[in-house]
């Protein structure tokens, strides 16, 4: 069984930063492609960045130059580091996420979501 784990959210006054970690675990052999979706209360759920497993990055044009996306091979968990957050950031963070499994079976999984808020 393959659980993906956010934490970091939290609230933040406008300008501020927070560091998001998204952690795999269970009968995980490597994670490769991963990204970091949100979602508004009243929006669909829209991509924010991705990383491939050999670490290149892409971003929504919304957040580039203000989010970096990054990973920790070695303890399973991929990263964004949110810089100079703006209210209309404010959202439900989620984790996504291909894992291969230690039976070399590749699966996508979502992790359960983190809340950040941006309000002074």
């Known amino acids: 069984q393959v659980q993906l784990v956010e934490s970091g959210g939290g609230l933040v006054q406008p300008g501020g930063s927070l560091r998001l970690s998204c952690a795999a675990s269970?009968?995980?052999?490597?994670?490769?492609?991963a990204g970091w979706y949100r979602q508004a209360p009243g929006k669909q759920r829209d991509w924010v960045a991705g990383i491939t497993s050999g670490g290149n990055t892409n971003y929504a044009d919304s957040v580039k130059g203000r989010f970096t996306i990054s990973r920790d091979n070695a303890k399973n968990t991929v990263y964004l580091q949110m810089n100079s957050l703006k209210p209309e950031d404010t959202a439900v963070y989620y984790c996504?996420?291909?894992?291969?499994?230690?039976?070399?079976?590749?699966?996508?999984?979502w992790g359960q979501g983190t809340q950040v808020t941006v309000s002074s």
């Open positions: 269970g009968s995980i052999f490597s994670i490769s492609f």
């Open positions: 996504n996420a291909d894992v291969l499994n230690v039976a070399n079976l590749k699966n996508n999984y």
